[in-house]
């Protein structure tokens, strides 16, 4: 069976930390990686991932993946109140069709 | 640009009504898909529609679920007989992909569907 598994599930960290956050995944006919960002309304793209080593940067957020072990990870650094939110990992199969990780929790405490 | 459109934002009715969501993609996009959000399954894809043909809809739960596109621009889901396990958040996206092709896709605000 296609999944796509997030961990942490939770995290809380202070504002100013650095934080890691992982996404494996086990989904035929892979063909990207996507992150999102869910706040109290819709998912909000962040990268699509689709070469295996190179790093997406944007801000204090970068993504990596390596197709080899069937993992990415998020880094946000210097995390700052407003980067609290849903994370979803997602991974594209096909062409179009995103199956989804149960996402992490992230809480930045001022 | 406007993103994405869901109407209506809220819905609360009672078990065994009909229940219709519906959805204006981005302008020019070919690609748009349905996903429903619960707190026990996440993000899940019900069906997805490119250049307004359905391509994919094993996601669909049963038989009570029908999604429609008559047009490039609007989109239906309609639940008939609503039940209280369909409670959840339904996203609308769109992407500009055409078949056989990815590309980023573009979530609806959703709407939140309570079933009494």
């Known amino acids: 069976e296609d999944k796509v598994v997030q961990s942490p599930l939770s995290l809380v960290v202070h504002e100013g930390d650095t934080v890691t956050l992982n996404c494996s995944y086990e989904?035929?006919?892979?063909?990207?990686l996507l992150w999102y960002k869910q706040e109290k309304k819709a998912p909000t793209f962040l990268f699509m991932l689709?070469?295996?080593?190179i790093e997406k940067k944007s801000g204090r957020l970068s993504s990596i993946l390596d197709k080899k072990e069937l993992f990415s990870i998020l880094n946000i650094t210097a995390t700052q109140t407003g980067d609290s939110a849903v994370y979803l990992c997602?991974?594209?199969?096909?062409?179009?069709?995103?199956?989804f990780g149960q996402g992490t929790r992230l809480t930045i405490n001022p | 640009d406007a993103g994405v459109i869901q109407s209506p934002r809220h819905e609360v009715t009672e078990m065994g009504q009909e229940v219709t969501l519906r959805c204006k993609p981005i302008s020019g996009h070919n690609s748009l898909f349905w996903y429903r959000q619960t707190m026990m399954r996440g993000l899940e894809l019900l069906i997805y529609?490119?250049?307004?043909?359905?391509?994919?809809d094993s996601g669909m739960p049963e038989d009570r679920f029908s999604a429609k596109m008559p047009n490039a621009s609007f989109s239906t889901l309609k639940i008939q007989p609503s039940e209280p396990r369909d409670s959840a958040v339904y996203f609308c996206?769109?992407?500009?992909?055409?078949?056989?092709?990815?590309?980023?896709?573009?979530f609806g605000p959703g709407t939140r569907l309570t079933v009494l």
């Open positions: 529609f490119n250049n307004n043909v359905p391509i994919d």
């Open positions: 689709t070469s295996s080593g």
């Open positions: 997602a991974v594209v199969q096909g062409a179009q069709k995103l199956v």
């Open positions: 996206a769109s992407s500009l992909a055409s078949l056989g092709y990815t590309d980023t896709q573009y």
């Open positions: 989904v035929t006919n892979f063909r990207s």
